[in-house]
């Protein structure tokens, strides 16, 4: 688990900081001992991170030390070959930030975000404290944070003590759980503290504490009201809460950052109205995956986006139900095909953008398609098993394809070789027709193409539905060639084909042909008379139509209008895919109370063409 970067032989242990925050020359004063293992009993040299800021005497083991520094890097000779060392460094100046990560200062506000979206690698702590600071190297942390008597200090882990002396407060916080170097954070200011009991799986109380600008102090009430459901939904399924806090900083960044034991809030984000509900449950997902399961490397940054992504669903699906998370991987689809279209086509390991569609949707959508794969039972058995074999520790894809195959008994190469290692995604050409047999009942064709733009055949399950008269049949098409048909037999004749109805699949699809009523071409609009017609009131009546075939979903209504024209009941109005279609109507309004007896007239409006036809309701 190294990240491709010079080998270092240090293996951090514990850093203990003591910081000073002065706000109004917006400079930093710190004094780091870092206590740390040399894994190579040959190597000559080892290095910390640290960038633009000035250092003074650095210590081995209380001997002076000298150091060269290189870019934001600080070379120690080795001298004594000690199995474990403590380097102490003297070090002062304005703290840097690439714009959305590092240390920032902003209206009497000091803060930090481990994540840098502008630099590469995105680990931002050596911008504040010298530290081996890359992912893989967690450690434990004290934190002495001194700043003016009147603010706050938050840092992660809990807080131990806190003393005044004359014109400053220290704050001495300690996370006793291995903290990533990206995860370590601070938020100091005039705070408004909020608390909120919570009461963990394992019965233990969890503090759960917000810091909050004083004017925000309602807003931020609504919109962190969920986050015990949140956390009770995840400990119910992954693992047991793994820190001894949760809390939410309010502060001047963009987005949010899942800092270990203390997320860091955009005040852009706290609204009042839940909006951005399903950023808290992100971050909180984040507790588990990326800070209890760390990504070993940046280019597993699948193992915490795709996961906090998809997390995202779970919740969602947990409070909703399964036709909303259907909608919210049709939306996360979304996000990610417009990615594509804006960046092309990457693999979601060690992707070209780390921050974005890809990674984040897509990255989300793996996880939905494994657990198709491999069933529900396995899918969570996996999640449980990552957060359990990996607490507190590091880990690379490898490691989880090791546990989804343990835990699901498949062989999950070709899963993980297309979905991860591979850029894309299915994207096919169907077309349909069927026929009455000689015998009895009709056999349907379906022809699958896969179109993909690099020629790559993917192993796609096509979940589908087939409307007829009496009823639904489903059934599971394996495409995995350039071009498949399919025969299903039937007793009655089919009347619509829904594809992927659950939208278990990331895919993208064009109806490219299907069966017509005679005389109708499959570039036409068309409208069947309803059936049957007229209707008794407290019945359904049911209306064929057909979407023209045009390169892209097509807007289109139907709707319901009495014989003085005003309308009474809209039966569709949205964007479809070329294709024949039904819906039924029940004989009610908009409102949902049966409309009177009579005559009544339904038409199909687009913008390409209207169509008109008459019906007629008996009353009972
Ligand atoms: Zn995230």
Not at 51 to 65: E, G, P, V
Not at 175 to 191: F, R
Request: charged share 20%; with cysteine; aromatic share 16%.
């Amino acid at each position: 688990m190294v990240e491709s970067d010079e080998i270092n032989p240090v293996d951090v242990k514990h850093y203990n900081v003591d910081l000073f925050i002065n706000m109004s020359t917006k400079t930093i004063d710190g004094h780091a001992q870092i206590l740390l293992a040399l894994t190579d009993s040959n190597a000559t040299q080892f290095y910390l991170h640290l960038s633009t800021l000035t250092m003074a005497d650095a210590f081995i083991n209380n001997q002076k030390a000298s150091y060269t520094r290189s870019s934001d890097k600080v070379y120690f000779e080795i001298d004594d070959h000690a199995s474990e060392i403590i380097v102490e460094i003297d070090y002062a100046g304005t703290p840097g930030n690439d714009g959305f990560g590092g240390f920032f200062f902003q209206n009497n506000y000091a803060f930090t975000i481990g994540q840098g979206l502008y630099s590469q690698p995105p680990s931002m702590l050596r911008h504040w404290i010298p530290s081996h600071d890359v992912p893989f190297d967690k450690a434990t942390i004290d934190l002495h944070l001194t700043v003016p008597k009147e603010l706050d200090a938050f840092a992660n882990g809990v807080l131990v003590s806190t003393t005044v002396e004359n014109n400053t407060k220290t704050f001495f916080w300690r996370e006793q759980h291995p903290i990533a170097t990206y995860l370590i954070a601070v938020a100091v200011g005039q705070y408004a503290k909020l608390g909120m009991p919570f009461v963990s799986v394992t019965g233990d109380s969890i503090s759960l504490e917000f810091y909050v600008f004083p004017n925000d102090v309602n807003n931020a009430q609504t919109d962190w009201a969920n986050l015990p459901r949140m956390l009770t939904f995840f400990e119910q399924n992954f693992s047991s809460y793994p820190f001894d806090r949760y809390s939410m900083a309010q502060a001047y960044n963009r987005g949010a950052m899942e800092h270990q034991t203390m997320t860091t809030y955009s005040h852009e984000l706290i609204t009042g109205d839940n909006r951005y509900d399903y950023i808290v449950a992100h971050e909180l997902a984040h507790h588990w995956w990326g800070d209890l399961v760390t990504l070993g490397d940046w280019k597993d940054i699948w193992l915490n986006e795709g996961f906090a992504t998809y997390s995202e669903a779970l919740y969602f699906e947990h409070i909703y139900g399964d036709d909303y998370l259907a909608k919210y991987m049709e939306a996360l689809s979304e996000i990610y095909l417009a990615e594509v279209a804006r960046r092309g086509h990457f693999a979601l390991y060690d992707p070209e953008y780390m921050w974005g569609g890809t990674v984040y949707q897509k990255g989300a959508w793996v996880l939905h398609m494994l657990r198709w794969t491999i069933g529900e039972a396995a899918f969570w058995r996996t999640l449980q098993s990552w957060a359990q074999c990996y607490a507190y520790d590091n880990a690379l894809i490898p490691d989880f394809i090791a546990i989804a195959e343990e835990q699901s008994g498949q062989n999950l190469q070709w899963f993980f070789d297309q979905w991860i290692y591979r850029a894309g995604y299915p994207d096919f050409d169907i077309s349909w027709d069927y026929q009455k047999n000689s015998a009895v009942g009709y056999t349907v064709t379906i022809d699958i193409k896969q179109q993909q733009w690099d020629k790559f055949q993917f192993i796609a399950p096509v979940e589908i539905e087939i409307e007829t008269a009496t009823g639904t049949v489903v059934d599971t098409l394996i495409s995995s060639s350039q071009q498949q048909q399919f025969q299903i037999t039937l007793d009655t004749a089919p009347a619509r084909l829904i594809i992927d109805p659950y939208n278990w699949l990331l895919k993208q699809y064009d109806i490219v042909g299907n069966p017509a009523p005679p005389g109708v071409r499959p570039n036409d609009f068309y409208l069947a008379q309803n059936y049957p017609n007229p209707f008794m009131q407290g019945t359904k009546t049911a209306i064929v139509y057909q979407v023209a075939q045009l390169n892209s979903p097509h807007a289109l209504s139907i709707k319901i209008y009495n014989i003085l024209g005003q309308e009474v009941a809209t039966l569709i109005d949205r964007s479809l895919h070329g294709g024949l279609y039904n819906v039924s109507w029940d004989g009610k309004d908009n409102t949902g109370k049966n409309v009177p007896a009579g005559v009544y007239f339904y038409r199909l409006q687009s913008q390409k063409q209207n169509i008109e036809k008459k019906l007629v309701i008996f009353g009972n």
